[in-house]
């Protein structure tokens, strides 16, 4: 079978589909937004659970490149308490391999590999149905029309509104992200408290978690309950512009920026200066507010459309939504590999939907209730909820 099949975005999830796809030699096109692969920087650092991130790869025939990337000893957790005690320390077993981590740098040009990408390419609208199939409208004015068009394309898809009027909301939690480079050698103090992969503090309605990355460098998240306007409006009062990133094409604004650090460190006054230490000595500093779908979110089936990972179940990030942006990607491209003609395409399409939805809205419940529980008025919930995890 020979279908015209387009995936929109080149993310976790539209590489994967793509590259699944093409070890069982079917074309695909590849639509980014970005005008590059290295056009912005891909962010932290993710762990590919076995049954899930592991899986996709092993169907991308890529699960030994992962292993040799990945670093198994970025398992280490610990929970410190605000003033950088020692309350919960899970070592990295070396023969635990369930969640290795990888930058997603590395895992993006893994799943590249030989993919041609069509980037600069941003999606406006997706028309399904026209005579020629569905029709897809780019920002550059161009046009052209597939037989299965999938959404990847993250929070903000623009290809959501052809199957779901839908739109994520906000969780009422704002994550701030900074990172520090070097750590080993320019911070040994920060590199000790953290350890070999990441540490967490909870206070109330707030908390900082720091993660190392390959290399020495570390990401740093404080996240705390807040209005959505909170960033230009504090306490009710008019704020500066601080870079925060609402899925808009906002450049880095650096006074903003600066801002942002002070704003943030007041949030968590009286937190010790270990704690403090990583936000004080953190480079660029960017606000997200965490959106959501609502969970269980489905659509009535539209024939040559269909959705992958955020851009169907945008979820908390509590570490799955690239893990099952991922491995939906891979089932879905061995589905469309299978298919014997445009009925039986529709048919697996909408198998799939249905598979991803019951997977996808219980682990949108499960990410929903631990936010609540690790940015909550009582900080004993976040550390329950470890706990929890790691006895199971
Ligand atoms: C701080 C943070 C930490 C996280 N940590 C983890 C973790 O440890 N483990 C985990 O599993 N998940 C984690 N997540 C969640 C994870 O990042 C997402 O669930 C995952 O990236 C979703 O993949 P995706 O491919 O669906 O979407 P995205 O990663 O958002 O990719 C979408 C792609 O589409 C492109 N695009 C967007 N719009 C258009 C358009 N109109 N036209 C063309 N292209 C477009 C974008 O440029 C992008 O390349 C975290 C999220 C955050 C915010």
């Not at 993660?211 to 960033?231: E, I």
């Not at 403090?276 to 960017?286: E, I, K, P, S």
């Not at 990030?317 to 690239?322: F, I, N, R, V, W």
């Not at 019951?358 to 470890?386: H, N, Y």
Request: charged letters at 20%.
């Amino acid at each position: 079978m020979r279908q015209r099949i387009a995936v929109i975005g080149a993310g976790p999830a539209g590489l994967t589909f793509a590259r699944v796809l093409h070890r069982h030699d079917h074309a695909v096109t590849v639509f980014e937004r970005d005008a590059a692969s290295d056009a912005r920087p891909q962010g932290g650092t993710l762990d590919l659970h076995k049954g899930l991130g592991q899986l996709a790869m092993s169907k991308a025939g890529l699960l030994a490149e992962f292993q040799a990337l990945s670093r198994p000893e970025g398992q280490a957790m610990r929970i410190l308490d605000t003033d950088g005690t020692v309350l919960r320390d899970w070592p990295h077993d070396p023969d635990e391999d369930a969640n290795p981590e990888i930058d997603r740098g590395q895992l993006r040009d893994l799943l590249l590999g030989p993919l041609d990408v069509q980037w600069g390419r941003g999606v406006t609208e997706v028309v399904p149905g026209t005579p020629d199939g569905v029709l897809v409208r780019f920002a550059d004015g161009r046009q052209e029309t597939f037989d299965l068009v999938v959404g990847a394309d993250g929070a903000w898809s623009q290809v959501r509104p052809a199957v779901s009027s839908v739109t994520p909301h906000y969780t009422g939690v704002t994550a701030v992200e900074t990172s520090i480079d070097d750590v080993d050698t320019r911070h040994p103090g920060l590199a000790r408290l953290i350890g070999d992969g990441s540490a967490a503090v909870y206070g109330v309605n707030r908390g900082v978690v720091a993660q190392r990355n390959s290399g020495g460098h570390v990401k740093v998240y404080a996240q705390f309950r807040v209005p959505l306007d909170w960033h230009t409006n504090p306490d009710g009062q008019a704020g500066v512009d601080a870079d925060i990133d609402t899925g808009s094409d906002a450049g880095p604004d650096p006074a903003g920026a600066e801002a942002l650090r002070a704003r943030v460190l007041a949030l968590f006054d009286g937190w010790s200066a270990p704690v403090l230490d990583l936000l004080r000595h953190g480079t660029a500093f960017v606000g997200r507010p965490l959106y959501v779908l609502p969970v269980g979110h489905t659509w009535a089936h539209v024939r040559g459309v269909t959705l992958l990972g955020d851009a169907a179940h945008l979820m908390p990030p509590l570490g799955l939504g690239a893990n099952l942006a991922m491995l939906e990607g891979a089932e879905l491209a061995e589905a469309v590999a299978a298919a014997s003609g445009p009925d039986d395409l529709d048919k697996v399409v909408r198998a799939f939907e249905e598979q991803m939805w019951e997977r996808a809205g219980r682990w949108a419940k499960f990410t929903t209730a631990g936010l609540e529980r690790l940015v909550s008025p009582d900080p004993a919930e976040a550390i329950a909820l470890f706990d929890e995890v790691h006895a199971s």
